[in-house]
């Protein structure tokens, strides 16, 4: 059986199903000291990896509705595969990830995202892929910086990629940063039609 390849255009037709492949912490950056994230301890570019990437990630597909990713993107419902996202971010392997450099905030440029996609093991799947590519969490502007992306997942070809900034909020060092993502998916909701 032939997969057809998707086209931009299929991402604004809401009559084509949409995966949601999860959101991507490969190359983050937290801006602002490491002693000042969380509830008590200072945090580690370990830590992170091993607990907060999947914490987030997990709360989207356990709490789909407050998150309201259906709406962000023009569809009735959505699937979730979240397997490959996952294991790219198992492997961050970068020893540091707090920087106090404001320029980190936003450091990845539209080809990075493209070099990033290649990485994911989607094989057999096809259709359009959706990631959140979180690129920068900055504590002193209150707000996380995420390429929105859509792949055609057979190809790995990006589809539409741009950046979408999400005001942080919520109690708790996870629901503050998962505030970000709700906020983003709040912004696709209102920009969405316009991007096509």
Not at 103 to 127: F, N
């Amino acid at each position: 059986m032939f997969s057809k390849a998707q086209t931009t255009d299929d991402v604004f037709n809401s009559s084509k199903p949409i995966t949601w492949l999860g959101i991507d912490f490969s190359d983050v950056r937290f801006i602002g000291p490491a002693s000042g994230w969380g509830e008590v301890s200072t945090k580690s570019s370990g830590e992170m990896r091993d607990k907060y990437f999947p914490e987030w990630n997990n709360l989207i597909l356990r709490e789909p509705k407050a998150f309201k990713m259906e709406d962000a993107v023009d569809r009735s419902t959505i699937e979730m595969y979240t397997d490959a996202i996952n294991k790219v971010n198992e492997k961050m392997s970068k020893k540091e990830i707090f920087t106090e450099s404001s320029s980190d905030y936003k450091h990845l440029k539209e080809a990075d995202i493209q070099d990033m996609v290649k990485k994911y093991e989607l094989k057999g799947k096809s259709g359009i892929g959706m990631v959140l590519i979180a690129e920068g969490m900055n504590k002193n502007l209150e707000e996380g910086s995420y390429w929105v992306t859509f792949i055609d997942m057979s190809s790995k070809k990006v589809l539409y990629t741009t950046r979408v900034i999400g005001k942080a909020g919520g109690f708790g060092f996870r629901n503050y940063w998962a505030g970000s993502v709700k906020s983003v998916f709040k912004t696709m909701k209102k920009e969405f039609k316009k991007w096509d």
